[in-house]
């Protein structure tokens, strides 16, 4: 009888070589795809479906003061002594602030008037904007904004003076950071209690706890306590002007924004001052609370700008997911249709058994221990991803037994596409849902849209880490069916590969 063909050995290493390239170079993309998620722009969209039907314009105000507690999420704001006696005596509002959840980009929305979306900013993770933001504080002559720290956000906001100043060397940083932390709030009073049109507050400690510890911790609401009653004492610097206190974002439980949950995108804002009403209201959208911004200033918004009167607007609160930008429909019905694909690649199997339930058990032990990705999670962005395999670490071990037993049942082809086929076209799917092909060619942009953004991290690395063990296990067994060449005849099992 014929010994094995050496070709099929050959074939069976060359497949393995391309799986363990893809494999080696797929957490490399992986990298840089996180690089250009959390440092460039999208291209500019407009998903957003809002229109005003009315042409109201919020009353003038003489001197209007902006504080914005970073990262306060909705519930613990509202527990808030300080906060909350302000915000019962004007509008008491829900405010979406739309995705992604992170400073910058909401605050660019606050300041312009234009979406995350419209203005393509999504994360600018320590990235400031250069030039600075063109929008409401740019037409304030005399405009200040004064942060705790993290300057470098208020420093891109167009204001006409910001405190605290640039570290000389790196900008993103401030300069003597320690002093500043001593200063900064009389600063801030002085500023509020000053004769300039508009001051804008950034309280940035809730934030910074809220990474630490999550928004649960002992940390976070002592963090929120003592934000509280900072505000408290910024409140009586200027009882005549006109308030809008606010949040940019909330916090997980156990810490971190940037997704679309809800938790995270509908924070407490409150309008206050002489002349305001007492009203509860919203969700309304954050560029509603822009264009109330614009009004009360007598600046203009871009014409570009959703924002709606904001009587309009709290007379017709957001419904549901309205402020979660939707996926384009070129982009989403090419997913579909990569999963489709991907479906019937696992149909190649032809044997239940021989299908990708590696992959399954892989996403499903996923959502079990770590929910639905979001970009609001850490392990999105580690770059080793070893929270991550960790959790699928039994599925590749499935993975292995089924392509062991598969090669010796159907063709090496077979086993591969089956294997494999689902997962690599979930890559894609995600790929192309979230817009990211063009960095494939180079392009330096942030392909972020809600959910499917999220779900390209883990798939990548789950797609990488099944390529190699498909990979390994080919090379075991040819390795072995090299050694059976010279000990024994063809085995039926290897003999049914032919089929
Ligand atoms: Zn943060």
Redesign the pocket.
Same mark, same amino acid.
Do not use: E, I, L, P
């Given at each position: 009888m014929a010994p094995p063909a050496r070709g099929s050995i050959l074939r069976a290493i060359i497949v393995a070589a391309l799986l363990i390239a893809f494999a080696w170079t797929a957490p490399l993309a992986r990298h840089r795809w996180i690089q250009h998620v959390l440092h460039d722009d999208a291209p500019p969209r407009d998903p957003l479906r809002l229109t005003a039907t009315s042409h109201a314009v919020f009353p003038r105000a003489d001197r209007v003061r902006v504080v914005l507690i /970073? $990262?306060l999420a909705a519930s613990v704001a509202a527990k808030q002594v300080h906060l909350h006696a302000a915000c019962s005596r004007g509008l008491d509002l829900v405010v979406d602030v739309g995705f992604p959840t992170v400073?910058l980009p909401v605050e660019t929305a606050l300041w312009s008037g234009l979406t995350q979306q419209q203005s393509g900013y999504m994360f600018r993770s320590d990235t400031p904007l250069v030039p600075p933001l063109v929008g409401i504080p740019s037409q304030v002559p005399g405009s200040i904004a004064i942060a705790e720290d993290h300057g470098w956000i208020v420093r891109s906001l167009g204001f006409a003076h910001t405190e605290p100043a640039a570290d000389p060397i790196d900008v993103t940083k401030d300069a003597a950071p320690e002093a500043w932390r001593g200063q900064w709030l009389q600063h801030a009073r002085a500023a509020v209690a000053s004769d300039a049109k508009l001051v804008f507050v950034h309280i940035l400690r809730v /934030?910074t706890a $809220? =990474?630490r510890s999550g928004r649960d911790s002992l940390l976070y609401w002592v963090a929120a306590g003592i934000a509280d009653s900072m505000l408290d004492g910024l409140l009586e610097q200027a009882p005549d002007a006109r308030w809008f206190l606010l949040s940019d974002h909330g916090h997980l439980t156990r810490g971190g =924004?940037g997704g679309a949950e809800d938790e995270l995108r509908q924070v407490e804002g409150c309008v206050l001052g002489p002349g305001i009403t007492t009203k509860t209201g919203g969700p309304i959208h954050i560029v509603d609370l822009a264009r109330a911004l614009a009004d009360s200033l007598g600046v203009t918004l871009a014409p570009a700008a959703h924002g709606r009167p904001l009587e309009e607007a709290m007379n017709f609160p957001l419904h549901g997911a309205q402020a979660v930008p939707a996926v384009p429909l070129g982009h989403g019905a090419f997913a579909w249709l990569m999963l489709a694909v991907g479906v019937l690649l696992a149909y190649v199997a032809r044997r239940a058994w021989l299908a990708p339930w590696w992959f399954i058990v892989a996403c499903v032990s996923w959502l079990v221990i770590q929910g639905e990705p979001t970009l609001s999670s850490s392990e999105m962005w580690a770059p080793s991803g070893r929270a991550m395999y960790v959790t699928w670490l039994p599925a590749l071990a499935v993975l292995g037994a089924v392509t062991w037993v598969g090669l010796g049942r159907v063709s090496l082809a077979r086993v591969v596409i089956a294997q494999l086929g689902l997962p690599f076209a979930a890559v894609a799917a995600a790929i192309s849902a979230s817009g990211a092909w063009p960095l494939l060619l180079g392009r330096a942009i942030a392909p972020v849209v809600p959910h499917f953004t999220a779900w390209l991290s883990p798939l990548i690395l789950m797609a990488a880490h099944g390529a190699a063990v498909v990979a390994l296990v080919v090379l075991g067994r040819s390795v072995r069916s090299g050694f059976d060449r010279h000990s024994r005849p063809e085995t039926p099992s290897s003999a049914a590969a032919t089929e």
């Open positions: /970073d $990262g400073s /934030d $809220g =990474h =924004h």
